[in-house]
């Protein structure tokens, strides 16, 4: 049992670590949820990819590095260490990218990924319905067989990155008549200025179109952007999903960045003799030190084979309930400036704490409500019989 | 022994939440949030009218006196409804006026709160460097310390906004101002004031956590998932039935400290409310789901407030120490 | 809106104030879950009852007072703050009593309630069931008709005081053809001491026999010990239900009391700059100033003629909780001396700390779980529909 | 990176399960409780056969090194299976004994320590007046402070038993000693030993949350109430997925811990596994109700040892400013 980084790990760190240095924005981007803040971060990811840093653990030939799990943890310890820009991205790179991986075809697979780790096209994920949230086998959009190709219809909603992003990807429902909802799906994705796409963007509690609804009126979409077999949809996005829940969408690197940023505040504002800010400040540190750890453990396994699969549950709950803990200590140190918004002029320079604690409240919400979670983790885990909820 | 609003009261309420359902009050926040304070002063008007202001301003100056369960009851209301405005900073404005005695200046506002023609915003040393909606304001009053020991200064200078979490709330440092008073009155009345601000907030917030509870147990009812609706489902249930219990402890708290207004009372009862008031936030937003995190969706107005209300004239911290403090 | 007391309330509580300076124990009790324990209690019963203190709200023929809601709590206060022992025959008096007000004969008042008044007889409650906890209505034991009266049969469990009790009551079936759990129930009173009864003494956390279990072997009980209608039982017991979980089994002033002597501990044992600390004693204070102004107001809604209903459950869920916060917050204050039970010759003088928060951590499961009180709040309070939990 | 335990690590955590499951350690805890140590020297005996004091004690004193990643995975099946006795103590007290380097009283003791044959109780400034089972102890070190520094006590005189909430943690105030060694070098080798005796409470405390989780887990899928099992009721479900996701998060900061023992490792091990076993007792008594609050049934071995556990060698709060105190 051992920590221990290779020699090689300690490389690839030292060159993350220089490279960031080298080419980190000067001042804070602006707010990837404005049309100037997304273009800003588009332009990042063009230059992360011009050095093959976008997508480090892919293979080489789609513009990665192919990095291992632990590397690609050392790299994102690094990323937010340096206080690096958001990843605009995510969405393709850690959600879509996955599948692709798993169960694109080769042609799908050149044609998308580099276009994706370059920054050219990036992704709106497009999961949710009005009716369907946690009963996402619930689906009603639809895919209609038509030559060459299916024809979509149907609304989409909460869809992350959609009011800027260039495609999208999501299940549609292309056999109303299987036997099960969560059968008769199909896995497909499309342009989002296709025609027949309407696109609605929607602000989140700060006000800023973090996401959007998407109204699709017979959108046409080749065969080739269908993934795996039609109609075989759940079984294929459920991949993503587990992936969305579990190691990559929060890397340790996050919380334990966000934890050393919480400490040199709480040096900065808090009287050290209140240890009911200390003791909060504390379990931040020692909740993202956890985290890491267990991510470290998680890698371990996987380097030795094993599937990870309902133990990413465990992972979406502590690192949501971390990051909103984190946050809410953060505005209580500091005090009267807590309450403004990270625009106002007074708002601390490089902190970003308003708009952090608006986007961890989201957390216990997204990439499956930590209800569900909690449920998978009894019966899977525990094995406890399911309910009705 | 009688720990319950009278028939008077419990009418006057309603008759503030009839007004304000009939008031759109909603697009009155949003217009608000932009800094159109049209829709907001017409409606603090007809809050005027039935008489809101005029609770905590005395009679010799038009009012009709201190009346402190008559401004929770208030209060709460204008907290479930969302109100806009420096309604706390007005009545607490008026405390501190009427407290500290200096005619002139009494004579000069505090018949134009009670009448609802005047708005007006404060800063206090206690409660940080921020006014509320100063910009909407007729005057700022500010307390600071100078020299031998703090005064009072007047100022219609609001400073540039600095946007908060709430857009509702529009904050700033209000600039400058001419000198109404100096000395130990002005310390002592400025005490009373942040006392009457804080207990105003807690009854605010009080009534953001009951229109938060009653938004998410009607959206639960209907709402629904795996064919049956959410609120079916015994998590969802529970959380409910905590955010409930939580405003149900906090009210009697509340309406102690309004029988008194000793600073331990309304302490206690700022620190229930406003924990409440955010831990319910926090429940309504995941009871809801992604359509309460968005802006459009009117539950919003609520979620952005719980968190300004559960530090905003006393954080829970200063509150707990205030709390024991106070024991003797 | 008041919280004044008339000059009558003023005068009740001098009164109680005055008897309880001048009768009070020198020294605490043992504890009542042990046999010497429980004779003093009982001995202290009968000091209450001479001068009628021992059921203030009752009225003056069965040994009370005729004490108005609000008097019965400013009696609690005094009784508390004095530091006055443990309440030996709470079941009799706060579960048996209102039962046999509100169903009981005048024959069974004028037999019972004197000799419960006066401690001479000690009752036991036997609602439980090995197989019937949540599940009330589930019981399984069973009374059947014989001439003049009825045999009981089965097993009761969790019976409280049972270990050093006279006489137990409870609920058993007796038509176990009726067509729903809950009907066919009869409500009935009977000795520990009678044939056929086993009395099992069951140690709780700290060993000591604060409950039993109760065999029962045709055991007969004649007419005159059937409280109300036989078949009836079950809306016979809810009324008791209803005050065990209400008014009347945890009075504000416990709270009070327990709080006061929170901020003597904290005083003695804590750095006042310890933050943390000081913000959970002060929740203490809050929390128990709280309780009692919501039982204000329900005292003031009882005086209206109201009824309480499922509000009760809110109380149940809000002092079981506060009463595990408020000793666990003694314990962490005593710091090392946290560990000691109160029978070790270091801990604290008149603390009863360790007791203290052992007996807590049994009040979110009697009277009713805090789960099934949650369900209730939210079905009954704010409607929400009835699930398979 | 290889952040688990290999092949070995996990046979011996198994074959230490597999010797407790066989040794009906509920009856030793009980025999325990009354003072009978009987039973749990025959088990003490087994424990060490198997190696587990030898993890704690160099090889040149008969042990197999200091070795914290497999003393963890010990503690941890110690505390699974509610092992009673000086365990911590006794390592801890190696561990002072060899950083002390006094040769005598290290030839004296640690062998034995080794061996199984003897068993020792500790008592040092930072963790109170306290040691435990020392009644059961051939001896016990205590390291008190004497004018111009510290000194390392011996004692055989264990003092009357103060019971603790736990019945068969057996504690007191060990009387008198002779003196083993005085000054700086004692100093530091109490914090070395306070260390390693945090490590070991950390792990022996995860594992009492394990057993808490395993128990209730297999409780509730079998209780029935409304003619299902409890298990079946959705916030059931929910309290015990927290209890899981406490210990699985406790769980890396202890093996984490094992491998620096630096302080601030330690301490954050011992906060994370405190809190977890504390909050996880607290849901295993909830979900058992009535039967888990008797003494008779065995969850009492685990539920009553948690509270005393959360607090032994090193507080939440202390280790929590240890936590800041050391991020330089």
Chains 1, 3 share one sequence.
Request: charged share 20%.
């Amino acid at each position: 049992m051992d920590l221990a980084f290779t020699a090689e790990e300690d490389a690839f760190r030292l060159d993350a670590r220089a490279w960031l240095a080298a080419h980190l924005p000067a001042a804070p981007l602006p707010s990837l949820e404005t049309a100037e803040g997304f273009a800003a971060h588009r332009a990042w990811e063009r230059e992360l990819a011009a050095d093959r840093w976008s997508v480090v653990s892919w293979p080489e030939p789609y513009g990665g590095r192919g990095a291992s799990v632990v590397q690609w943890l050392v790299f994102e310890e690094e990323y937010f260490a340096a206080g690096a820009p958001g990843r605009v991205n995510q969405n393709g790179i850690n959600l879509l990218a996955p599948t692709l991986f798993e169960h694109g075809t080769e042609e799908q697979r050149a044609r998308i990924l580099p276009a994706m780790a370059s920054g050219e096209v990036i992704w709106a994920q497009a999961w949710s319905e009005p009716g369907s949230g946690s009963d996402l086998a619930s689906l009603r959009s639809t895919a209609t067989r038509v030559d060459g190709g299916w024809l979509l219809n149907g609304q989409k909603t909460w869809s992350s990155r959609a009011a800027f992003a260039d495609r999208a990807f999501g299940l549609f429902r292309s056999d109303p008549g299987a036997d099960r909802p969560h059968r008769g799906l199909t896995y497909l994705m499309f342009p989002l200025d296709a025609a027949g796409v309407t696109v609605r963007p929607i602000g989140r509690l700060d006000g800023k179109p973090a996401f959007a609804e998407l109204f699709l009126d017979d959108v046409f979409v080749p065969d080739q952007d269908v993934i795996g077999e039609p109609g075989q949809g759940w079984a294929v996005a459920m991949s993503t999903a587990g992936n969305e829940r579990g190691l990559t969408l929060r890397s340790p690197g996050r919380f334990t960045a966000a934890a050393d940023r919480l400490v040199t505040l709480w040096r900065e504002q808090a009287d050290p003799a209140d240890t009911a800010l200390r003791d909060r400040v504390a379990d931040a540190v020692i909740g993202a030190r956890a985290y890491r750890l267990f991510t470290y453990a998680h890698a371990s396994k996987l380097a030795q084979g094993a599937d990870i699969g309902a133990e990413s549950s465990l992972n979406k709950v502590y690192w949501s309930e971390l990051d909103i803990a984190l946050h809410e200590t953060a505005l209580d140190l500091l005090g009267p400036l807590g309450e403004l918004s990270d625009a106002a002029s007074d708002a601390p320079a490089h902190g970003g704490w308003a708009e952090g604690w608006t986007f961890s409240l989201a957390g216990p919400i997204y990439a499956g409500t930590n209800e569900i979670q909690r449920d998978i983790i009894a019966e899977r885990l525990l094995g406890l019989p399911k309910g009705r909820r | 022994m009688q720990f319950l609003l009278d028939a008077e009261q419990r009418e006057f309420a309603r008759t503030l939440d009839r007004l304000l359902a009939a008031g759109d009050t909603p697009a009155v926040v949003r217009a608000w949030s932009t800094g159109d304070h049209g829709p907001g002063r017409l409606l603090w008007g007809r809050l005027a009218e039935a008489g809101v202001f005029a609770l905590a301003v005395p009679e010799k100056y038009e009012g009709l006196g201190l009346l402190p369960v008559e401004l929770a009851a208030a209060f709460v209301e204008l907290g479930r409804h969302a109100v806009p405005g420096p309604l706390v900073e007005t009545v607490a404005a008026a405390a501190l006026l009427d407290r500290l005695g200096v005619a002139a200046a009494a004579e000069e506002w505090l018949p134009h709160i009670a009448a609802g023609e005047a708005r007006l915003s404060l800063c206090l040393p206690a409660a940080g460097p921020y006014a509320l909606d100063a910009d909407a304001a007729d005057a700022v009053f500010v307390v600071d310390s100078e020299g031998e020991g703090d005064r009072l200064l007047l100022t219609r200078e609001s400073g540039p906004v600095q946007p908060s979490v709430d857009p509702a709330r529009r904050l700033s440092r209000p600039v400058g101002g001419s000198v109404v008073a100096r000395g130990p009155e002005v310390t002592e009345a400025a005490a009373h004031a942040a006392g009457l601000a804080a207990f105003a907030t807690a009854a605010q917030a009080l009534g953001v956590g009951q229109a938060l509870v009653e938004r998410t147990t009607a959206y639960v009812k209907q709402r629904a998932q795996f064919g049956v609706p959410i609120g079916s489902f015994q998590t969802v249930k529970h959380q409910l039935a905590d955010a409930l219990l939580r405003l149900e402890f906090a009210r009697p708290l509340l309406f102690g400290a309004a029988l008194t207004l000793e600073p331990a009372d309304v302490a206690a009862a700022k620190v229930a409310c406003g924990e409440a008031v955010y831990a319910v936030a926090r429940t309504a937003l995941q009871l809801h789901g992604a359509i309460g995190y968005t802006a459009e969706y009117d539950l919003s107005l609520w979620l952005t407030k719980a968190r300004a209300l559960r530090s905003a004239w006393g954080t829970p911290s200063a509150c707990r120490a205030r709390v024991l403090a106070d024991l003797g």
